[in-house]
């Protein structure tokens, strides 16, 4: 993004971080009951506990609290396709926490937590790309379907009508760094048009 976004959008990003701490701690809370390599699990288990303070901490920012889920959201079983996807949200999740603390400079430790989680999963990534075959292969199809689902979750994502005059700008940015990710790491040879 060439500039950053003005006071007038902070309410919609904190409220839009709720909204995606939730998800995120019910996502990771699901994945823990896959079959997951070793040390993920051990991973997955104390990402779950920073979810749950970003949440408490979002909620009393905003004075309110995220609804909470009775059923766990449905998880790919299969590792390649997981890990995919647990990575594409969190590069989403990044990127958001950019937004956020340009907004929020005090919020800079929800940045770094969000770094080293996409750093963990683009680890794992490349983990299964390296073997090759048919777990590659699965990890590479996982991340088209992921990716060609990603413009409609950043619609959603920035529908916030303070967000209007920087949406197609926000969204491009957000669609071309994760795009570049996903090259970089080897999940995809060339950006997918949005």
């Not at 019910?26 to 070793?38: K, L």
């Not at 051990?42 to 889920?69: D, I, N, P, V, Y």
């Not at 090759?132 to 590479?140: I, L, N, T, Y």
């Not at 949406?167 to 491009?172: A, C, I, S, V």
Request: proline letters at 4%; aromatic letters at 8%; charged letters at 25%.
């Amino acid at each position: 993004m060439t500039h950053p976004l003005p006071s007038s959008c902070e309410q919609a990003i904190l409220e839009q971080f709720l909204k995606a701490e939730a998800m995120a701690l019910w996502a990771v809370r699901s994945a823990q009951a896959q079959d997951v390599p070793c040390g993920v699990l051990e991973f997955l288990r104390r990402h779950e506990e920073e979810e749950a303070r970003h949440l408490k901490q979002f909620e009393l920012l905003l004075g309110t609290s995220s609804h909470g889920k009775t059923v766990l959201p449905r998880m790919p079983n299969q590792w390649r396709v997981l890990a995919v996807h647990l990575y594409g949200y969190e590069a989403l999740g990044l990127e958001f926490a950019r937004l956020l603390v340009g907004l929020r400079p005090d919020l800079t430790s929800i940045l770094e937590d969000e770094e080293v989680h996409v750093g963990f999963f683009e680890h794992e990534v490349r983990a299964i790309l390296v073997h090759g075959g048919s777990a590659a292969d699965g990890a590479r199809q996982a991340a088209q379907s992921w990716r060609r689902r990603l413009p409609r979750t950043v619609d959603r994502y920035l529908h916030d009508e303070s967000l209007a005059a920087f949406r197609d700008e926000l969204q491009q940015h957000i669609l071309d760094v994760i795009d570049a990710r996903f090259v970089a790491v080897g999940l995809s040879a060339r950006m997918p048009l949005a």
